[in-house]
């Protein structure tokens, strides 16, 4: 019901910065929040940002904190993570995601997944 395009993945040296985007397509009126989320080899998947989607509120996990920041154009039905001043521990695939209501609850969709690798 609802499709995620990723991205703006690649490689980039410690200290750089990079912004990935996330573009939302069918029951984009649904959507409840978007986030993104990121998985290390050999680690779980980690929680990383989440906005609201009608208030823009947001919320960010500790490591990352000060750093990354997201946001959403809701005309364009769009998120974006800007990330900065990046570590060779944010090397992940990023993931975004899309809380949507979906009668009598909630549904969570996927997108690809993109590869963030950073160098030292």
């Known amino acids: 019901q609802v499709q995620l395009v990723e991205s703006g993945g690649g490689l980039v040296q410690a200290g750089g910065s990079l912004r990935l985007s996330c573009a939302a397509s069918?029951?984009?009126?649904?959507?409840?929040?978007m986030g993104w989320f990121r998985q290390a080899p050999g680690k779980e998947r980690e929680f990383v940002a989440t906005?609201?989607?009608?208030?823009?509120?947001?919320y960010y996990a500790d490591s990352v904190k000060g750093r990354f920041a997201i946001s959403r154009d809701r005309a364009k039905n769009t998120m974006y993570l800007q990330m900065n001043s990046l570590k060779p521990e944010d090397t992940a695939v990023y993931y975004c995601?899309?809380?949507?209501?979906?009668?009598?609850?909630?549904?969570?969709?996927w997108g690809q997944g993109t590869q963030v690798t950073v160098s030292s």
């Open positions: 995601n899309a809380r949507v209501i979906l009668a009598p609850g909630l549904r969570d969709y």
């Open positions: 069918g029951r984009t009126f649904s959507i409840y929040t």
């Open positions: 906005i609201s989607w009608s208030g823009g509120s947001t």
